[in-house]
């Protein structure tokens, strides 16, 4: 078999429906876009997440990216490790969401 060079293929939406927490604190930038692209994963709301705060800034772009913003709104709870003042900005990127720092 040939590996498998283009990035952007075509496959179906994952979907987690009974998910409620996910820590992705040990996880690849990767991985945390995933979760956080609503083309790529479905969730269902009042999931709590668990992450580094670096990690998410670099993934959403300074939180600024629109395409991560769909699956965060329906973030419940958002853990940050890393970070012991809570931006504005972040408030307002996840404006409905609890947001804790460790």
Known sequence: MKPQNDKKLNLPIIEYPHLIILDLTEAHLDYIELFLLDTKMRVSNN????????????????????????????????????????????KEYFPHTEILNH
């Open 47 to 90: 999931i709590s997440l668990i992450v580094i705060y670096q990690a998410l800034r670099n993934v959403t772009e300074k939180f600024t990216k629109n395409s991560t913003r769909i699956n965060g709104e329906k973030l419940h709870r958002l853990s940050l490790l890393g970070k012991y003042r809570i931006p504005k900005y972040v």
